[in-house]
């Protein structure tokens, strides 16, 4: 069954570095997502992506964050300055069609900003 | 914006009985249901879903049920099994992105 795959499992990262999450969602997804989890709390919103362009952000998405699709397979997440707050699991996500439901998680990178 | 309310929390059953885990929304534009199991340390996999056109929807021992007008969707686990122990979250998809519910761990004891 095709997966969305995600790298690192784990970064640990000193405050004020920038990180960089990776994805390679479905090949024939046209849509991708980024998501967080802080531990033991829910899923959130953070980022909808769709021809080369975000269609939606969250108010968690501020200008620390950037996404890039920078070939036709990967699908980045940057954090520009991390802050000891961004440690959550991020889970990317892909589908085929916005309407179409279905959405697919890869397995996440676990993120500590230390 | 749309905000998913989900309860139990927790919940814990024998193995064999059922579970019912329930969630309200805010926003009468979603229109899509989804329901996700996470085991520890992996991603959401999504078991079932409903759209805002069918009232319910069932694979094997899962169901789920919405009520458009009381902004209730529902997930039922018939015949609990001990490796249905993991956390459930619902979500409501606005637009383009899916708003989750809070999560209820479901524990089944053998």
């Known amino acids: 069954e095709p997966e969305v795959t995600q790298t690192p499992s784990h970064q640990v990262t000193q405050m004020g570095q920038e990180v960089i999450l990776r994805c390679v969602p479905i090949s024939n997804h046209l849509y991708f997502y980024w998501y967080r989890q802080i531990l033991g709390q829910k899923v959130e919103f953070l980022v909808s992506f769709y021809n080369n362009e975000i269609s939606e952000k969250s108010e968690i998405f501020d200008d620390q964050f950037s996404v890039e699709r920078p070939d036709g397979s990967n699908f980045t997440l940057k954090i520009r300055s991390t802050k000891l707050e961004d440690s959550a699991m991020y889970f990317c996500a892909s589908s085929e069609d916005a309407n179409a439901g279905g959405y697919t998680f890869g397995s996440g990178t676990r993120l500590t900003v230390v | 914006g749309e905000n998913v309310e989900q309860h139990p929390s927790t919940l814990s059953v024998q193995e064999g009985d059922s579970a019912v885990i329930k969630c309200t929304y805010s926003d009468s534009a979603s229109n899509y249901f989804p329901w996700y199991k996470q085991e520890l340390g992996k991603g959401p996999q999504l078991i079932i879903d409903i759209r805002s056109n069918v009232g319910e929807k069932k694979d094997q021992r899962i169901a789920v049920t919405l009520n458009k007008t009381a902004k209730h969707f529902s997930l039922h686990i018939t015949e609990t099994q001990p490796e249905d122990s993991a956390v459930y979250f619902c979500?409501?998809?606005?637009?383009?992105?899916?708003?989750f519910g809070t999560g209820t761990r479901l524990q089944v004891f053998p």
């Open positions: 979500a409501a998809r606005l637009s383009d992105k899916l708003i």
